[in-house]
């Protein structure tokens, strides 16, 4: 197989992966009496402490909207064509663009049963995926598509650590569940691997790959840091589920706090994880000569 194929197969085995991820989070989070506890746990959670940090979580969701998310799409699509690749200035937009339709058409078309668990939002219906966690994420990925290898690595590290937060914002200002965040993440990442097989596709046969800008060292970074952090999120929530018969409003401060910071640390895993694929095929798919 050629390293071309290679990297496609890659690519179509992460575009599956996550679509299986995704649907696994809609299964437990939506349609399990369980998932819909760690949820409301999680949100109930976010009071405490709410008051010192109200402010900073104000101020970063209410920098999203669409005229800032049209604003980034342009500026990434205009670094793309400076850099004279104008296949790239289309799948980082076809990356933005098709995440956040995608996100917007999920939100209104997945339904969410009410179990009479979370009763204080039950007229709220599905949330999920979150549409200000697709904007952050799809972004910071699409920009570390088209900046050049010489800062793609902390552009990487930037990106996904602002996604994180901005994840962990909507879960902190109880805009969103963590689910929601998680699976917008997930969308992303779907979209990611299609953006990138488009760039195959339209890739030059004599395009020359440097090993060099693998930047394997930052991809370890964030895909074992944001492993270990998924795995504390998951021992956080297995301790959980063992109170998963008490009533949510009879729950006391630590089990709270235990699931909405285990759940925060799920939501900064995911996009680090996220990230981390991501970034194993950019070196192949943006290559430092188009040949």
Known sequence: MTPRGGTAVWLVVLALAQTAAFVAVWQFA??????????????????????????????????????????????IGFIALIRGRVALAVAATLLIAGANVTTQLLKYGLNRPDYGID????????????????????VAVALVLVLPPKVRAIAAVIGAGYAATAGVATLSAGWHRPSDAVAAF???????????????????????????????????????????VLACCALA??????LRFTPVADLSRRPLFLGYAGSAAGIAGSMAVV????????HRLVPRHQG
């Open 119 to 138: 009763l204080e939002r039950v007229y709220v219906g599905n949330s999920l995926p979150s549409g200000h966690t697709t904007v952050a994420g799809s």
């Open 237 to 242: 929530l297995w301790w959980l589920v063992g």
């Open 186 to 228: 997930l969308v992303v990442g779907v979209w990611a691997a299609l953006a990138g097989l488009l760039l195959l596709i339209t890739q030059r046969e004599r395009a020359e790959v440097a090993s060099g800008d693998a930047h394997r060292l930052t991809v370890l970074l964030l895909g074992v840091g944001g492993a270990l």
């Open 30 to 75: 939506l349609h399990t009496e369980v998932g819909q506890w760690i949820d409301t746990v999680a949100l109930t959670g976010n009071q405490i402490g709410r008051d010192h940090i109200e402010g900073p979580v104000d101020r970063i969701l209410n920098a999203m909207s669409v005229v800032s998310l049209l604003a980034a799409t342009l500026t």
């Open 275 to 282: 990230m981390a694929l991501a970034l194993t095929a950019v």
